[in-house]
């Protein structure tokens, strides 16, 4: 005999899981009226959609960067799925934000412990994520995830939500704020490699190196200017490529560091993490 199901209950189980109205009916009519039943009914519903749709690309999604009121460390995240419709509905965006709250409140160490974290359904923020994906029918993910301390971060979500930046400066003044959203914006659109040239990965500067003597000896050049150009050479690429070297956008006539000196002598930027939306 089956068991009759009002339009109360099916609407009291879609505003706890998201799922549609006829996928809680079912689920309902499946679990007997049971609403912990249903429940667990829909969320495998999530796990097996998950799996199926586990190598889709997912180059579409909102990243958020947020930082504490003390505004001394900060986080930033993308949550990702496979459509630029979902990932402009306002239910996936404040999801996206919910799960950077968290991740500001609890400041996980890596993506995994993230993942672990426990929200107030008593699901971990994996488990959300798998049973959304049986609610919306798209592959999601966080493949990204980043967190930054220092004595004044700065964020900034460029329109849109697709990139998400925390500066790190090294004092705090409110009226630092300005400035150091200025300097994310150049993160945001220039994407530099570091924050200074001492951040450069070693190998990387080995590499450019070496490019650079080859170019100069394909030029001719006597071998005893060989290692005078390829560092003139390197130096240009720290200029180009990290943050305090570049160009200022704003004012192309300094370089990002001689801004922030303009600011108050002395300050600079401690690091930045940048998250883009299918990068």
């Not at 958020?64 to 979902?86: H, P, R, Y």
């Not at 290692?227 to 490529?241: D, H, Q, S, V, Y």
């Amino acid at each position: 005999m089956s068991v009759k199901i009002s339009a109360q209950e099916v609407a009291k189980l879609r505003k706890i899981t998201g799922s549609g109205m006829m996928d809680c009916k079912k689920a309902l009519v499946e679990a007997e009226g049971d609403f912990d039943k249903a429940i667990e009914i829909l969320r495998k519903k999530g796990q097996k959609l998950s799996a199926k749709r586990a190598d889709r690309e997912t180059n579409e999604g909102a990243a958020i960067a947020m930082v504490n009121n003390d505004k001394t460390k900060g986080i930033v995240l993308n949550l990702s799925c496979e459509t630029d419709f979902v990932a402009m509905t306002d239910s996936f965006v404040s999801m996206a934000k919910e799960f950077a709250q968290m991740a500001l409140d609890h400041f996980p160490a890596n993506k995994e412990e993230l993942l672990a974290l426990k929200m107030g359904s008593g699901l971990t923020i994996q488990e959300k994520i798998t049973e959304q994906v049986g609610v919306i029918g798209e592959k999601l993910d966080i493949p990204n995830y980043e967190r930054l301390e220092a004595p004044m971060v700065v964020s900034y979500i460029h329109s849109g939500n697709k990139i998400g930046v925390l500066l790190g400066l090294t004092s705090k003044n409110d009226s630092f704020e300005e400035a150091g959203r200025s300097v994310a914006m150049q993160v945001a659109a220039m994407n530099p490699l570091a924050v200074n040239k001492d951040a450069v990965d070693a190998s990387i500067v080995e590499k450019e190196v070496e490019i650079g003597k080859d170019i100069a000896r394909n030029e001719g050049k006597p071998e005893e200017l060989v290692e005078r150009i390829a560092m003139g050479k390197l130096n240009k690429f720290f200029a180009e490529n990290t943050l305090l070297g570049q160009k200022f956008v704003k004012n192309p006539k300094e370089t990002v560091q001689g801004y922030l000196n303009s600011v108050e002598k002395g300050l600079t930027a401690t690091d930045f993490k940048r998250v883009a939306v299918g990068g």
